[in-house]
């Protein structure tokens, strides 16, 4: 983190990535003109590694350069999870009042994307004048699943911390859209029309475009203190869906996640559908009594295929999306899904996993993945992703993404701490890594000084 970190604030400092190779800042297109992402991402880990000094820094340009008056298009979905929840993660952890006055700001300008004919948010907003649009890219002008359905966390706590219930009403006005439509086969498709209410066409999956929504509704659930019995349900019905229609094993006896497209079988799984076996094992307890054990199960066969992924390549890192089809288990058989871009969702399953089950060999295969990424995508200035998991003589893309801050090293360092350290009885991970405290209704006193006395 540490050698990360500090190639980062010496060649793209205020940028939102660090380029290692070319030893520059990248500030791309997501995030409307904001800077500092590769910031904003690492506040909570600097902290939580006791990396105080570089905390402190990061503080200091949150205080004295952050703008968030930008006038640029910024994903809804990118800016919540990693500016708003790591500015709210950052304060929940230190009690320091700039950011969370930085997150309520931030908040308040991403309302207006949710002014839709049905209050499904639109993905793209202009942060200076609140012009909402859809991604070009989306079919018809539609929303995306993964998008609008992973605002939840953050917005509660928005909500609690500005005492104003419009943050709550716009999320829980999705999941009444959500309730109200038809779901074929109880799946839910990953792109919905944000004018109609309806699902704009079949495909459903579990990596992208899909993904972190379910991971919200269970997080939902263990993060009201388990009184939201809404998202309990919805989630447990969304997974047994997933179950019945989504689940195989292939030939070798290999558990993966397929994605289906209008009831067809696609037999892949992507490098992002890897957090879900952390998923179904933090709901293990929560479902039907019977089940328990089951989901535990389901949680390690997926984590274990989701390892082979990585075990069956050269540099022992997984690919970007593997197959389970013409013979191949576990592998990317396309050219163009072979690399790794520094992505935590399989070391996020390990890091649960270890948690659920103190079994010893996740901590064996987060450390495999610690070689790894030392080995092949550490270069003189920082980290980079590479092109191909399949050749030792290794391309790199010349990227440190800002989510391998916030999430692979934060899980790989909480994979290998006391389970005391951000229990998970008290604290949830937004889909960015950052940590968000369970709301405690009971709880009158005030929840920043009572966060910022555990921090201490």
């Excluded at 558990?255 to 892949?268: F, N, P, S, V």
């Excluded at 559908?273 to 997926?302: N, T, V, W």
Aim: glycine residues 8%; charged residues 25%; proline residues 4%.
């Amino acid at each position: 983190m540490k050698f990360a970190w500090d190639n980062y604030k010496l060649y793209a400092w205020g940028k939102n990535e660090l380029r290692p190779l070319t030893r520059n800042g990248h500030v791309g297109n997501m995030f409307g003109g904001l800077r500092g992402a590769s910031i904003i991402d690492s506040l909570d880990t600097l902290y939580i590694m006791g990396l105080m000094d570089e905390y402190n820094d990061a503080k200091e340009w949150v205080k004295s350069s952050l703008d968030l008056n930008s006038n640029g298009e910024a994903s809804l979905f990118e800016v919540n999870i990693r500016y708003v929840g790591g500015l709210l993660s950052a304060y929940y952890l230190t009690g320091e009042e700039l950011f969370k006055n930085k997150a309520l700001e931030l908040g308040e300008k991403l309302l207006p994307a949710f002014n839709t004919p049905t209050g499904i948010p639109r993905g793209v907003i202009n942060l200076g004048s609140g012009t909402s649009w859809s991604w070009g890219w989306a079919s018809a002008g539609s929303s995306i699943l993964a998008e609008f359905g992973t605002l939840h966390l953050e917005f509660i706590h928005l909500t609690e911390l500005s005492s104003n219930p419009i943050y709550t009403e716009k999320v829980m006005n999705i999941r009444k859209v959500l309730n109200k439509i038809e779901k074929p086969h109880g799946l839910y498709p990953n792109f919905l029309s944000p004018v109609s209410g309806n699902w704009v066409q079949h495909h459903v999956s579990i990596g992208g475009l899909g993904d972190s929504f379910y991971e919200y509704l269970i997080k939902s659930y263990l993060m009201s203190d388990k009184t939201d019995d809404d998202a309990k349900m919805m989630y447990y019905s969304a997974l047994e869906a997933i179950e019945a229609n989504l689940v195989q094993k292939s030939p070798s006896g290999l558990t993966y996640m397929a994605e289906w497209r209008g009831g067809i079988l696609d037999h892949k799984m992507g490098h992002l559908a890897c957090f879900s076996g952390g998923m179904i094992g933090i709901g293990a307890d929560d479902g039907a009594p019977d089940k328990r054990q089951h989901y535990l199960d389901l949680a390690a066969e997926i984590t274990h295929t989701c390892h082979e992924s990585y075990t069956r390549s050269a540099t022992k890192l997984g690919p970007e999306a593997f197959r389970f089809d013409a013979g191949a288990e576990a592998t990317a058989t396309r050219l163009s899904d072979r690399y790794y871009i520094l992505r935590p969702e399989v070391i996020e399953s390990y890091m649960y996993m270890w948690r659920l089950t103190h079994d010893p060999k996740y901590r064996e295969w987060g450390w495999e993945a610690v070689e790894a990424l030392e080995e092949h995508c550490r270069v003189e200035s920082g980290f980079s992703g590479i092109r191909d998991v399949y050749t030792m003589t290794v391309g790199h893309d010349n990227m440190q993404q800002s989510f391998f801050l916030s999430e692979t090293l934060k899980y790989l360092y909480l994979l290998f701490s006391d389970d005391d350290l951000l229990p998970l009885e008290d604290w949830v991970f937004n889909t960015e890594a950052h940590p968000l405290p369970v709301v405690r209704k009971s709880c009158l006193q005030d929840e920043a000084t009572q966060d910022k006395t555990l921090a201490e």
